[in-house]
């Protein structure tokens, strides 16, 4: 699956961020962590053995702290988490208050240039002045031998950019529902961001973490200018989410300020929705070019699932005077919720075969429902949840048509996901099988007056479990 993702990627060597082979290489040494496969119809669980990095551990001139190393007496370097243009990420460990965290530091060869140091500071500080769920919180700035440093919150996980180039890969697109499930997150993010009169200037899928549980938040204001900073605005940005007036370097008034990011959103939307930028080129003056002359492509042109409202406003996003724009992300996603919304009351059109979610907390029992299910049913897409909080959120997401859930899981049990899945109206009507390797008569009655009828015991013989999904997706 790995080498499959990792193909080739001169988009991205084009934007400056490198291949999609490093983002890879981040996420897999996020243990623990779930990788979404690319329509989000199943996870894979990635882990390795603690302390063992894919990303080489010894130390290398060129890296300003060195793995090992420990910060301000509590902040101890483990690996590498990710590479950009201006710094390095690193996991490390709060020896004090025992959590993971993520620093970044600026490369080397920045360290001494005053206005790169002055830029990496008033990045930390545009992340200190913004406290949202869904943007990535800083807990401090410090210094390792002459290289400046700041902590983070570790998000584990993977980008939304890894999701599109996995779909891609793949030949796969993204459930318009998933695409909004992120951007619903981001939008409010960004809401909390330009709250503080920060206009990020860096929005992509790249720097959009997902993390547990599905959530969404925005990272790296590398680029952000403030009110203060805006007098030294440049061209700075990633070629492909610019905003025609940033290309032009026009003056803009104080209320289209945050502008430039709901084009990048229109872009990175559109992205998600066709695993494709709308203005690409082989240089970078092509890419500027595009985006001053060139109108998108219709999204209809690569997928025919849309409904024509979601295009509208994508596209809206994308006018290229920045007063034509939705003034705010909240009007955007509004507006791409109430278009998808009002094209609910025809079918919406679902691609590929048919879905199965497996809630369990147990590692085996998900392995051994995806084989065989994948065995028995090659159409079928797995997906799974780990816990039953993310059970509930994915059966929201990804409308299963067949969705197992175990009885005895931490935090969210069975009995209480089976209570929230018929407590909601979207859900409410999920056929479901609940999996248990102690089911008492009490839990049996229970769930039966939940409207469940179907029960396998664990351990689960493998014929059993193929004739339930058979009859389950008959009934589809
Ligand atoms: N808080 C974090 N938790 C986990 N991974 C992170 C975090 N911050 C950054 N990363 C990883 O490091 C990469 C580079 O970070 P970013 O801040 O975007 O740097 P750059 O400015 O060089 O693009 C991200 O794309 C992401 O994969
Ligand atoms: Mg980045």
Do not use: W
Not at 74 to 83: A, N, T
Not at 181 to 210: F, S, T
């Amino acid at each position: 699956m790995i080498s499959r993702a990792c193909g080739d990627s001169n988009k991205h060597n084009r934007c400056g961020k490198g291949p999609i082979f490093a983002q890879i290489r981040q996420a897999i040494p996020l243990a623990k962590s779930l990788l979404f496969c690319p329509d989000m119809c199943y996870l894979i669980i990635v882990s390795r053995p603690k302390g063992q990095d894919s990303i080489s551990a010894t130390k290398n001139h060129l890296e300003p702290i060195p793995l090992g190393a420990c910060l301000d007496g509590k902040y101890h370097v483990q690996s590498l988490l990710g590479r950009g243009s201006m710094g390095l990420v690193y996991l490390a460990t709060d020896a004090s208050l025992q959590r993971e965290v993520a620093i970044k530091v600026l490369l080397p060869r920045y360290a001494a240039d005053e206005r790169v140091a002055k830029r990496f500071r008033l990045e930390a500080v545009s992340m200190a002045a913004v406290r949202a769920e869904n943007v990535v919180q800083i807990f401090a700035f410090g210094d390792y031998e002459g290289h400046p440093y700041f902590v983070m919150e570790y998000v584990p996980g993977y980008t939304v950019g890894n999701l599109i180039e996995n779909a891609n890969n793949h030949g796969e697109q993204l459930y318009l529902d998933v695409v909004i499930g992120i951007l619903k997150q981001v939008c409010r993010g960004l809401e909390a961001v330009h709250a503080r009169g920060i206009v990020h200037r860096d929005i992509k899928p790249a720097n959009m973490l997902i993390g547990p549980r599905f959530r969404v938040a925005i990272t790296d204001f590398g680029l952000v200018e403030t009110i203060r900073s805006s007098a030294e605005r440049d061209l700075a940005g990633t070629p492909l989410y610019l905003a025609p007036e940033i290309i032009r370097r026009q003056e803009i008034s104080a209320e289209l300020r945050f502008s430039s990011d709901i084009y990048a959103l229109g872009i990175s939307s559109y992205e998600m929705l066709t695993g494709q930028v709308p203005f690409d080129g082989e240089s970078i003056k092509e890419i500027l070019r595009r985006h001053l002359k060139e109108d998108p492509k219709p999204l209809s042109d690569f997928r025919s699932d849309l409904p024509p409202g979601v295009q509208d406003v994508v596209l809206h996003a994308l006018s290229k005077e920045p007063g034509d724009r939705p003034r705010l992300g909240m009007d955007f996603i509004d507006a791409l919720v109430a278009a998808r919304d009002a094209a609910s009351g025809a079918p919406y059109q679902r691609l590929g075969g048919p879905r199965v979610l497996i809630v369990d907390d147990d590692p085996e029992t998900r392995t051994i429902f995806r084989t065989a299910i994948k065995v028995g049913f090659p159409d079928t897409s797995v997906v799974e949840a780990t816990d039953g909080v993310q059970g509930l959120d994915l059966a929201k997401t990804t409308k299963p048509d067949l969705m197992f859930v175990d009885l005895n899981m931490p935090g969210m049990n069975g009995l209480e996901l089976v209570a929230s899945l018929r407590a909601d109206e979207s859900t409410h009507e999920m056929e479901l099988v609940v999996v248990s390797s102690n089911l008492d008569t009490e839990a049996c009655r229970l769930l039966g007056s939940l409207g469940v009828t179907t029960f396998l015991a664990k351990p689960v013989e493998l014929s059993q479990l193929v004739d339930v999904v058979r009859s389950a997706l008959k009934r589809r």
